[in-house]
Structure formats: C-alpha cells, structure tokens
C-alpha cells in the first residue's frame, strides 16, 4: 500500500508541475526502459511490477512517442519492435528518481500524520469511555 500511495504522490506531483496528465505517468517509463530494448508489453509489465500502475496500452504508446519525439527513447516499430532507451533518456533518469524521492518523502509523512490522527482518535474513545 505504501509504494502505491507514492506513485499517486508522485502523479500527483508531475501533474501539478506540468498540467498535463498523460506526461504525469511519461517520468515512470524512462525508469523501465534499457538500452538492450523491450516490447509494448514487457515496459507494462515492468512498471506494474515497480510502481504497482498498470498503464493502459494506448497511453503507453503515447508515452513512448512523446519519449521519441523528445530524444529520449528510439524504436522502429511501435507494435511489434523493440523500444530502446537513449543515452540522453538514460541521463533524465537522474533527474526522475530525485522528484520520486521528494514524493516518497510527502507520502511518508502523510502516512506518518494519518497514523498520529488514528491514535489521537483512539485515545479521545478511550477518554470517553471512562467518564
């Protein structure tokens, strides 16, 4: 549950910094892709597995020409080929794991406030229930 409340942290926070929500989910892709090169399906599957998401195909194929376009990920046929990341996506890669430390960092104390408010309530009960 937590690495799931930190990805929506986290789409949260690319979203809010660029009002555009098909790029929030474009900082998790670079993440999954090598330069050895993976199909549509195996990048899916690999950012269900590390940031429990599952990206419908169409927007992944979206993502992945907008990785195109910006230089960061080269491939030849979108369908059936393999999709290979760039030096210059590798290097971005950086960049992305700093904002996702950011967000791991609210998600955290989020949880960390949900739990002081969970106790404080429990101690309130337990207060009511002796008078």
Do not use: C, W
């Amino acid at each position: 549950m937590a690495n799931s409340l930190i990805t929506l942290a986290a789409i949260k926070a690319f979203y809010e910094a660029q009002n555009d929500f098909i790029s929030a989910f474009s900082y998790f892709v670079p993440q999954v892709l090598d330069q050895d090169g993976q199909t549509l399906e195996e990048i899916r599957a690999k950012v269900r597995d590390q940031f429990s998401m599952d990206i419908p195909e169409g927007m992944l194929k979206t993502l992945v020409k907008r990785l195109k376009s910006e230089g960061d990920a080269n491939f030849d046929n979108l369908n059936s080929g393999q999709i290979h990341a760039t030096a210059k996506g590798k290097a971005k890669i950086d960049e992305i794991k700093i904002s996702l430390r950011a967000s791991e960092r609210e998600s955290q104390a989020l949880i960390i406030d949900i739990k002081r408010y969970a106790e404080a309530m429990v101690e309130g009960k337990n207060i009511l229930k002796k008078r």
